[in-house]
C-alpha cells in the first residue's frame, strides 16, 4: 500500500471508529443501560454493566490495531488486571487514553466530566457503571472511596483535561489524594504516551498523523499515600502534600521513561 493510500485508509477506519464510538454509545445509552436498572442487586448489575464497557472498549482497541490505525505497547498492565482496589493515576496527553485504560481494567470506575452526564451518548453509561462526577469536589471523594470500598480501581487524569502540550502537564487537582487517604487505597502511577501526537488538545479528530500512531502504556509500582502526607497535617495540607509528590513521581518518570524529551 502506498503512503497516500494507507495515509486515507487510516483516516477513513478513524472516522468510522468514532461514528461506530458514538452510535454504540448512544444505543447503550437509550436502548441497553437503562434496561440494567431493572436488574433487582445492584451491586451485580455494577459489575455485569463495567465488564459489558471492559469488553467493548477491548474489541474497539483490538480492531483499531488490527485496521493498522494503532498499536498499544503495555508494560506492567497486569496490576490493571488484578482487581485490587487502587486509584489510578494517569497523565493524558490524547483522547483515547480513557479508552485504553479502560480495555485494560476489568472491574473500573472513572472519574468523569460533569458534562457527559448529559451526554446523549454517554448519560446511561456513567449512570448505570456507576461512574463518579468531578461536579462536587466533596461528593467525588465520598463517591470514590465508596467504589475503593466495593473493590473497583478509580481511573482517575488529575489534570482534568487533556496535556497542554508536550512536555507540559496541567496542575494535578487534589480529588484523588483526598480520595487515596481517606480510603487508605494506594496510588497507581500510570504512564501515557502517544507517537506521533494524535487526539490531543490542539488536533482534530481528523488530524490523522502521517502513520499509525503508537500509545505506550506503562504502570508503575503502586505507592503508599501515608508516608507522602505529613502527620501532624491537616487533611487539607496532607492531601496537598500527596498531590505534589505523585506529580512530581510521575513527571520524573516521563522524562526517564522518555516520554518527555529533555530539551523541548
Request: hydrophobic fraction near 50%; charge should be positive.
Amino acid at each position: 500500500m502506498t503512503p497516500r493510500l494507507d495515509y486515507l485508509w487510516r483516516l477513513f477506519a478513524t472516522g468510522l471508529a468514532f461514528v461506530v464510538f458514538g452510535v454504540c454509545g448512544l444505543l447503550f445509552s437509550v436502548l441497553v443501560f437503562p434496561f440494567a436498572w431493572l436488574w433487582p442487586h445492584r451491586a451485580s448489575r455494577q459489575r455485569a454493566v463495567t465488564f459489558v464497557i471492559y469488553c467493548f472498549f477491548r474489541l474497539l482497541v483490538a480492531v483499531l490495531q488490527h485496521a493498522r490505525v494503532m498499536r498499544v505497547d503495555a508494560s506492567g498492565a497486569a496490576a490493571l488486571r488484578d482487581c485490587s482496589p487502587a486509584i489510578v493515576v494517569a497523565n493524558h496527553p490524547t483522547y483515547l487514553d480513557v479508552m485504553v485504560l479502560l480495555s485494560m481494567t476489568p472491574r473500573a470506575c472513572c472519574v468523569v466530566k460533569n458534562a457527559h452526564w448529559g451526554n446523549p451518548c454517554f448519560w446511561g453509561i456513567v449512570r448505570a457503571a456507576e461512574y463518579v462526577s468531578n461536579a462536587d469536589p466533596l461528593a467525588l471523594v465520598e463517591a470514590g472511596a465508596r467504589q475503593l470500598a466495593a473493590g473497583y480501581t478509580v481511573i482517575v487524569f488529575p489534570e482534568g483535561t487533556r496535556s497542554p502540550a508536550p512536555n507540559r502537564l496541567h496542575a494535578f487537582s487534589r480529588g484523588f489524594a483526598h480520595m487515596a487517604l481517606q480510603a487508605g487505597a494506594p496510588v497507581l502511577p500510570v504512564l501515557m504516551d502517544c507517537d506521533p501526537p494524535a487526539f490531543t488538545k490542539q488536533m482534530r479528530w481528523y488530524d490523522v498523523p502521517p502513520r499509525a500512531f503508537r500509545m505506550r502504556v506503562n504502570v508503575l509500582d503502586p505507592v503508599a499515600v501515608g508516608p507522602l502526607a505529613a502527620h501532624d497535617a491537616s487533611p487539607a495540607m496532607a492531601a496537598r502534600h500527596v498531590t505534589h509528590a505523585i506529580e512530581a513521581h510521575i513527571t520524573r518518570h516521563l522524562f526517564d521513561y522518555g516520554f518527555f524529551k529533555t530539551g523541548n
